[in-house]
C-alpha cells in the first residue's frame, strides 16, 4: 500500500489523490474546484507539501506522491 | 461624549481602525465556549490564534482545543466580527516563522502576523536575531508584522525601520504575570516610537494593563491573565476598564511627583479655633 506522511502520521492512499481530497478527508468537508467550502463557510485550513505551500487553487490539481510530507493546519486557541 | 464614555480614541494599525486598546490571546482557556464569553466581555476587536495541524475530532488530543474546536475558534471570531491575528507561537528560527506566517495567510486570508520567534521554552524570551531576520522576510513578502519582542529600545527601533507594523515589547515573560519589569525601557520604546506600542506578555492584573497604557503603550496585548483567571469574564471586564482608564489617565496628564505634601485646601480664610 502506499503511504505519505498526514499530519505527522502514515497515511495510506490511492493512485490519483489530490490534495484537496486529503482536505476533505481531515476536516470532512467537501471543496470546490477553487479550494473553498461546498458549504460556503470559511474553511480556515491552509497545507503545505514537503515544507512548502500549497495555494487553495491548487489543492483541486496537486496530486500526492509516495512519501509526502502533507501537513494540514489551522487556527487553534494560543498567543 | 462618546469618546469619553469609552475612553477609546480609535486605535490604527496599518490604516485598520480597531475598536478596542485590548488585543486578546485564546491561550489556556478550558473551553471554547467560556473563551467566548470572556472575549465578548473583554470587548476586543482584534485576537489572536496560533496555526497547528488539524486534527480530526476524537483523535490526538494536541492543544486541547482539538480540530473541531479550533475550527470553530475561527468561526466564533468571525461570527463576532473580530479580527483575527494570527501568531508564530512555538517557532524558535526565522525560517519556522516565515514558513507558519504563510500558512496563516493562506488559512485565515489575512497579511496581519503577530512575529514571535522564542529562543528557548524555559524563558520563552525571543531571539532578537531570528526576529530581526523573521521580520526582514516577512516584510519582504508583504506581511504586516506585529513584532514580538524584548523590552529593548534599540530592538524595537531597528524592527520598525525593518518594517514593523507594530510593535510589542514584553512586560515580562510570557505566562508569568509579572507586570511591567522595566517601565522605564517601555517608556523609552513608546517615545521614539512611531508605529503603535502594544505592551504584549507578562501581564497579571487590571493595574498592570493600566500602567501599560498610562507608560504610552498604544495598546495591550494578553492572554494568560483572562484565560486563567478564576472568573475570566469578570478579570475581562476588568482589563476592558483598565485600559481605557489608562488611555484617559495618559491622554489626561497626571501630575508631577513630589517629595513633600501639597495642600489641596487653601489655608487662607482659616478659623482661629
Request: hydrophobic share 45%.
Amino acid at each position: 500500500m502506499t503511504l505519505l506522511k498526514l499530519n505527522g502520521a502514515a497515511h495510506p492512499f490511492n493512485p490519483g489523490t489530490t490534495v484537496a481530497d486529503l482536505v476533505t478527508a481531515v476536516t470532512g468537508r467537501a471543496l470546490l474546484g477553487t479550494g473553498q467550502a461546498a458549504d460556503g463557510g470559511r474553511l480556515g485550513v491552509a497545507v503545505a507539501r514537503n515544507a512548502g505551500i500549497v495555494p487553495r487553487s491548487q489543492w483541486a490539481h496537486n496530486v500526492v506522491a509516495e512519501n509526502d510530507d502533507i501537513e494540514i493546519v489551522t487556527a487553534v486557541q494560543g498567543g | 461624549m462618546t469618546e469619553l464614555l469609552t475612553g477609546t480614541d480609535p486605535l490604527v494599525i496599518d490604516g485598520v481602525t480597531l475598536g478596542s486598546r485590548l488585543i486578546m490571546g485564546t491561550g489556556g482557556a478550558p473551553s471554547l465556549s467560556g473563551l467566548g464569553a470572556a472575549l465578548l466581555a473583554s470587548g476586543t476587536g482584534l485576537t489572536t490564534v496560533a496555526m497547528r495541524r488539524y486534527s480530526t475530532p476524537g483523535q490526538g488530543a494536541g492543544q486541547g482545543a482539538g480540530g473541531t474546536a479550533g475550527t470553530n475558534l475561527f468561526e466564533l471570531l468571525l461570527a463576532n466580527n473580530i479580527r483575527v491575528l494570527p501568531n508564530t507561537a512555538g517557532c524558535f528560527t526565522a525560517r519556522e516563522a516565515v514558513m507558519t506566517a504563510e500558512l496563516a495567510r493562506e488559512a485565515l486570508e489575512t497579511d496581519w502576523v503577530k512575529l514571535e520567534v522564542i529562543a528557548d521554552e524555559h524563558t520563552l524570551l525571543p531571539d532578537a536575531v531570528e526576529l530581526v531576520d523573521a521580520t526582514e522576510q516577512l516584510v519582504n513578502k508583504g506581511f504586516k508584522v506585529f513584532a514580538y519582542t524584548n523590552d529593548d529600545p534599540v530592538l524595537a527601533l531597528r524592527l520598525e525601520q525593518l518594517g514593523a507594523v507594530a510593535v510589542m515589547p514584553l512586560g515580562a515573560p510570557i505566562g508569568t504575570g509579572l507586570g511591567i519589569l522595566n517601565p522605564h525601557n517601555i517608556e523609552l520604546i513608546v517615545s521614539r516610537a512611531s508605529v503603535p506600542v502594544v505592551l504584549d506578555a507578562g501581564i497579571g492584573t487590571a493595574s498592570d494593563a493600566a500602567l501599560a497604557m498610562e507608560l504610552g503603550c498604544d495598546a495591550v496585548l494578553l492572554a494568560t491573565a483572562v484565560t486563567r483567571a478564576q472568573d475570566p469574564i469578570r478579570m475581562a471586564q476588568a482589563f476592558k476598564h483598565a485600559v481605557i482608564g489608562g488611555r484617559l489617565a495618559a491622554q489626561a496628564g497626571r501630575i508631577p511627583k513630589r517629595r513633600h505634601a501639597l495642600a489641596s485646601s487653601a489655608m487662607d480664610g482659616r478659623p482661629d479655633l
